[in-house]
């Protein structure tokens, strides 16, 4: 009976859908454990082979567990809303809906050809409204809340507006976008809009005026990551930095929860590492800077207060408004030029780019300390987004500013005793200071650092500024509010509508507010969102619903958000819908989040690191304080998967012709290296015919063999359509079979590194996967019999017990490949047919190789599925050894082994080795001086 791999995996896979073997049930006397896989948006162009990777990865862990006795919840669904579809749907009119669901389709049949133990019961898309009508909900809720930093949560709104009420805002200690002062009796003095107004301050999900990268052509905001070089990353179009009123949630207030609860997760080192460094908590003081002849001043953040007297030149953002109202009419149009130029530029490009550039202002801030004046400049190394906007330069000690002293000949003062600036700045981390207040100045209340460490410098200068109110000491962090609004169709609606210009929420008994049909998807002619376009677009209070814009005069009737939300928002919660994905009455059902708690085991990129991490954990821990989920944390371990690499080949063109010459006879010809498509190669040989209706400019090529073949040569490269190195998955399976397919992409390498796809090794893979078929069948014979094991068949067994089940629990899969290959070549040289040997077999590969271990596991007479099995235990003694082989040395040499009981002591080993007639030569004529016994590695026998 031959390994029919096609009929084999088609029947069990039809089997398992019709049976619901994979749907998972919420409750059990089993200990539950959730796997998951980071939501994958569906392209047009479909899997390739680098997708699955993750996916088979965590797949091999979810059947593991269920075979360990857990109840095992293993969902999948699609992150359906993206720029792709829209940006085709502008191209061709084609609704994005369409394009997504063609997407969808396509996705969902390569996912079930490999074979994933996903509960397709729940799935979820994100462009469908019962799901996005739970984002909605929860944007909602941010709108209704605040964050309390003495308690750190999240409270609703109306507990802020009761503060206000009884006392203004005296005793606040909340997250705020600015510092607002009014007491109890200008609140209730305050209009409607003017408490609205008010409100927005402390919102957890506000309007805030933010810069952002504009893409005049696509008519939206990009996120960082969908800018490349200055230009959108679909299109490549011009992308500027400009201020705009955005949605914004209010990110900045977990940041300190959310570094501090890394330490409790069990993610690897340089992820944690990353995230500390995106959120970047740095203990500081905020001092004013009074502006010269103005009445103008302004805050700076730093955490080296006590470099004030080093202080040579100020620098502000370009983008802060501080730059308009302090520049003076001399330097302005220098002034504006500049500032111009850097909005053609984004964030992450000023960030990297080590090029000094900047103007000067024609203003002058004072130094609080000392009353000297500091000329103020712009430069774009200092970002509006990070603390002030504005910053104190003290190049003798800071690298970036001392090369922008140096290129604008600026003073540096060094502050620490000892300290050479001449060729770059001093790390001034430790030390004596000195030049407090430098020559020439006279420090305020006579103060000075002269003389002490760094650290008592620091702590002195930070109670100075305490006591005469120059400032106050501040935690601060790096981590940003999140911009959560686009200027696109496809994206979740807002539930916003704006009366007397303020943002007020649909009713949440209203939710969904459904995406509306629009006539075009392009911005409108006035330039606003694609929902422009809408008809039926506004709210009515009085009807409740949704009505026609025409209407929106009328007195209860008044116009929606016209942006959506970005890509993060349907994908920051999803892992909780997932546990309860049919409830139409909350996004998650008590039971249910009781029950699966959190994501135990999270696999995905690490391009996700700072973008989906830190949204979703912000959004979970915004829902923790709510109530809804009980852990405040949504993935306690997380594995990174590697990408899989393109190996692209080469065909090589001799000049001016259409002839090919083979590799090996490139150097005697002026040849052009051209990609050529991996799919009509086979182990670097090309297939010349299928080369030729490749394409029609080769259909009349000549080719140069070597052989009788024409060798190609390759190269390791991003796997991409336009170097050809694309290798779909299908035909993988359908040339070897999908067991073939994940047993291959765990042997390239280990799951956290990046490998090369090589299809040149796959045959080994096919091959085992036919000798361990050979196990049970010859010709039409089943082979396995009840027979009892041999020694040899349970220590082959039972060794692989022990590798697999290691393996698999640190995620080594790429070792418990060759593990298999080199236990089934031992049971085959042993003639091994004992069922009982083979059964557990079977049960060990079905985590790697499901369909041909469930063919097997019915073929040994079960009538259950393999995936409800038990997973074997090991028992050490069954591969201990009866017998050690020592070598018996003399005077430190080696002269020849014998055989010894493996439980024999150190005396009855000394005794066997001196009375051996092997050491009777060695011994003639000599003494025994001592004789050393190392168990288990050498016995040494001392003569003189």
Not at 11 to 34: I, L, M, N, V
Not at 568 to 595: I, K, Q, T, W
Not at 600 to 611: K, M, Q, R
Not at 877 to 903: M, Q
Request: proline residues 5%; charged residues 25%.
């Amino acid at each position: 009976m031959e390994y029919n791999f096609r009929d084999i995996e088609k029947r069990w896979r039809e089997t398992w859908a019709q049976e619901g073997t994979y749907h998972a049930q919420t409750g059990s006397d089993r200990p539950k454990y959730y796997v998951l896989n980071m939501f994958p948006y569906p392209s047009g162009a479909g899997l390739h082979v680098g997708h699955p990777l993750g996916y088979i990865a965590s797949d091999i862990y979810a059947r593991y567990k269920r075979l360990c006795g857990f109840n095992v919840l293993n969902p999948m669904g699609y992150d359906a809303y993206g720029l792709p579809a829209e940006q085709y749907a502008i191209q061709t009119g084609q609704h994005p809906a369409v394009t997504t669901q063609q997407n969808i389709t396509r996705y969902r049949e390569q996912l079930d050809k490999i074979g994933f133990s996903f509960d397709w019961s729940r799935e979820v898309r994100t462009c469908e409204p019962d799901y996005y009508k739970w984002t909605q909900w929860a944007f909602g809720r941010m709108f209704q809340s605040f964050y309390d930093n003495a308690a750190q949560k999240a409270r609703p709104i109306s507990e802020l507006i009761e503060h206000f009420e009884a006392n203004g805002t005296e005793g606040l200690n909340v997250a705020e976008t600015e510092a607002l002062h009014f007491t109890a009796a200008e609140w209730k003095a305050m209009n409607e809009v003017e408490q609205q107004q008010a409100l927005m301050n402390y919102r957890i999900a506000y309007i805030g005026e933010t810069m952002v990268n504009w893409c005049p052509a696509l008519g939206t905001v990009l996120a960082n990551d969908e800018v490349v070089d200055g230009v959108s990353e679909r299109g490549g179009h011009p992308v500027v930095q400009q201020k705009m009123k955005q949605w914004c949630l209010r990110v900045s207030a977990y940041a300190g929860r959310m570094l501090d609860s890394l330490e409790h997760l069990d993610w690897s080192d340089s992820l944690k590492e990353t995230q500390r460094n995106w959120i970047g908590r740095s203990q500081g003081t905020e001092m004013e800077f009074r502006v010269k002849d103005s009445d103008h001043s302004f805050t700076i953040f730093t955490t080296r207060a006590d470099t004030i007297f080093g202080v040579t030149f100020m620098v502000l953002a370009p983008e802060s408004e501080l730059v308009a109202q302090l520049t003076t009419d001399a330097q302005r149009a220098e002034v504006d030029a500049y500032v111009a130029a850097t909005a053609k530029r984004t964030e992450r490009e000023r960030i990297s780019d080590r090029k000094v550039s900047g103007v000067f202002s024609g203003a002058y801030a004072v130094n609080p300390f000392t009353g000297a004046e500091i000329p103020i400049w712009v430069s774009d190394y200092v970002l509006a987004g990070y603390g002030t906007g504005a910053i104190m330069a003290v190049p003798a000690h800071d690298s970036r500013d001392y090369a922008f002293a140096r290129h604008f000949d600026l003073p540096i003062v060094p502050l620490i005793e000892g300290a050479d600036v001449s060729e770059e700045s001093f790390d001034a981390k430790e030390g004596i200071v000195t030049n407090s207040p430098k020559a020439g100045e006279t420090a305020l209340h006579g103060f000075s650092l002269n003389g002490l460490t760094v650290t008592e410098a620091i702590a002195k200068t930070k109670a100075f500024v305490t006591e005469h109110k120059l400032g106050r000491v501040k935690t601060n962090y790096r981590l940003r509010d999140a911009i959560f609004s686009r200027q696109r169709y496809w994206g979740e609606p807002f539930p916003v509508y704006y009366k007397n210009e303020m943002p007020y929420l649909v009713p949440e008994d209203c939710l969904p507010i459904e995406l509306p049909e629009v006539t075009r998807f392009l911005p409108t002619e006035t330039g606003e969102p694609p929902l422009g376009n809408a008809t039926h677009w506004a709210w009515d209070e009085e009807n409740r619903c949704v009505t026609d814009n025409s209407r929106i005069d009328h007195k209860t009737v008044f116009p929606l958000e016209l942006s959506t939300m970005p890509g993060f928002a349907g994908s920051s919660a999803y892992y909780l819908r997932y546990m309860d994905p049919h409830n139409n009455e909350a996004l998650v059902g008590e039971a249910a989040v009781n029950y699966w708690q959190q994501v135990d085991l999270y696999v995905g990129g690490s391009e996700h690191a700072t973008g989906h991490l830190i949204y979703s954990r912000f959004w979970n821990k915004f829902l923790f304080d709510l109530g809804v989920c009980p852990k405040d944390e949504p993935y306690q371990k997380l594995v990174n998967q590697g990408m899989i690499q393109g190996r692209s080949n080469f065909v090589y063109r001799i000049k001016d012709t259409n002839t090919f010459v083979s590799l090996g006879l490139k150097d005697n010809y002026e040849v052009t290296p051209l990609h050529v498509d991996v799919n009509i190669v086979s182990a670097d040989v090309l297939d010349v015919e299928a080369f030729k209706a490749w394409r029609p400019e080769y259909k009349d090529a000549e080719f140069i063999l070597e052989d009788g073949k024409y060798i190609c040569g390759w190269a390791v490269e991003k796997m991409s359509k336009s170097m050809f190195n694309v290798v779909n998955p299908d035909l993988i399976v359908e040339k070897y079979g999908a067991d073939t397919l994940r047993l291959y992409e765990m042997f390239l390498g280990p799951i956290n590194q990046s490998k090369p796809w090589d299809s040149n090794g796959i045959d080994g893979c096919f091959r085992f996967l036919r000798k361990l078929w050979n196990l049970f069948y010859k010709d039409e014979q089943f082979l396995p019999t009840d027979v009892a094991p041999t020694k040899e068949n349970l220590k082959t067994l039972h060794k692989l017990i022990k590798k697999v089940t290691d393996d698999i629990e640190v995620f080594s899969y790429n070792t418990s490949v060759p593990a298999f290959m080199i236990a089934v070549g031992e049971l085959a040289q042993q003639k091994c047919s004992a069922k009982e040997v083979l059964q557990s077999l079977v049960v060990l590969l079905a985590p790697f190789a499901p369909h041909v271990a469930e063919e097997l596991w019915h073929a040994l007479g079960h009538t259950t599925t393999v995936c409800d099995a038990t997973w074997p235990k090991f028992d050490e003694a069954h591969i201990k050894e009866d017998t050690v082989t020592l070598g018996i040395s003399f005077n430190g040499k080696t002269r020849f082994t014998l055989d010894f009981p493996a439980e024999a002591s150190k005396e009855e080993i000394e005794k066997t080795a001196l009375e051996s007639e092997h050491s009777a030569k060695h011994l003639e004529g000599k003494t025994v001086v001592k004789v050393i016994v190392v168990p288990g590695r050498i016995v040494n026998i001392v003569v003189k």
